[in-house]
């Protein structure tokens, strides 16, 4: 039960990652306040996290403390989630509120069976008593019995014994229940996503450069924070220059080609992300026999002659680390392998706009591309 109500969870999670919390555009689908921003809802994560083993581990105590302390942690465990399960409804904008959650029974039996216990164990209106409840001597930990005394029984002592699965069926099922609510609410969410990334896939072919990138900015940020060269700044001093050389050209032909294959990710992250499989076995098992049970052969590894050069080394380091020092070792090493006299012009290049992310990276793209031919 409890894995299942997790992957559920993570999905919510998966898509408050990727969709939602540096996206305008989705954001604007949900209550997203300024509350969201502190990302409060990071942490209601982690409680639910940290509650569920609370919930739904076994309990061996034989104790009557043990079996007290045990059964307060977990019916508050339950009360907070059913807190945390109020404000996520808000956060999306699922029009439920706590008034509905009340006719659940799911929500107000678990409820008032904590409340009784935990909440308020002594209940008065005004100077009216209303009830008062005492945890009985069970030592069953599956099961939690309690003493109450309540007006409307005219305060007879009631003896409760309540099972610990049942309380946990009926919270698992309040928590499917809202979770496929939240998650079918988010999933209209990522649909009009993804029909607003057509828009700009379809822009790319018709709008000015600075028109698209202004676009993208506003409907796929990110895609401009977290690339070098992409950057608003960066891609439109390349874009100005890009008849002035080639390797100014390649940046720009690359931005236009990534942010297609950005898209087309996107859209489909805005689907297969409330599908997603999760593996436990890590190979495949391939048949021995065809459709006609023909035995299939399989293919021998043959040693293969001398390889060509691999620059992937030296160039994951000049592409992370821009200490002087270590990129004269790194250039040196390029240098020695390929004696094409672009690279080596690009990377005495490099090393004059060390600092200088435009002119640097524009040089190392246009090597990378270079090497990558000859590789």
Known sequence: MKEEVKEKLKIIEDVWNDFIWDNKFCRNQINFSAESKNNYFGDILGYFYDTFDIIYEKKSGTEHAENFASHISFLQSIYVQQDFIEEM???????????????????????????????????????????????????????????????????????????????????????????????????????????????????????????????????????????????????????????????????????????????????????????????????????????????????????????????HHELGKLSTNRQLKEFDHFSSLLKAKSKNKTVISELERMRNYLYNDVEYFSSYKLISKILKEDD
């Open 89 to 311: 409804l808000i956060l999306f904008k699922t029009n439920i509120l706590k008034g509905d959650l009340k006719l659940d029974p799911n929500y107000s039996i678990n409820r008032e069976i904590r409340n009784e216990l935990v909440g308020h164990p002594f209940r008065k209106i005004d100077s009216s008593v209303i009830s008062s409840t005492v945890f009985g001597y069970e030592r069953d930990p599956d099961i939690i019995a309690y003493l109450r005394y309540h007006r409307d029984n005219d305060f007879k002592c009631e003896i409760i014994k309540v099972k610990i699965r049942d309380i946990i069926k009926r919270h698992t099922s309040f928590l499917h229940t809202y979770f496929d609510i939240i998650i079918e609410k988010l999933k209209s969410v990522t649909a009009r996503y993804s029909e607003e990334l057509e828009g700009v896939k379809e822009k790319i072919e018709t709008v000015s450069f600075p028109s698209l990138v202004k676009i993208i900015s506003q409907k796929l940020k990110p895609f401009l924070e977290n690339t070098f060269l992409y950057d608003e700044k960066s891609i439109m001093e390349i874009y100005e220059r890009r008849n002035e050389h080639k390797r100014y050209a390649l940046v720009h032909e690359s931005f236009l080609n990534d942010l297609k294959k950005r898209i087309w990710e996107m859209q489909e992250d805005c689907h297969t992300i409330f599908t997603k499989l999760i593996f436990t076995d890590n190979h495949t098992e391939r048949p021995l026999f065809d459709d006609e049970f023909n035995l299939i052969k399989i293919p021998i590894k043959i040693r293969a002659g001398r390889k060509k050069a691999s620059y």
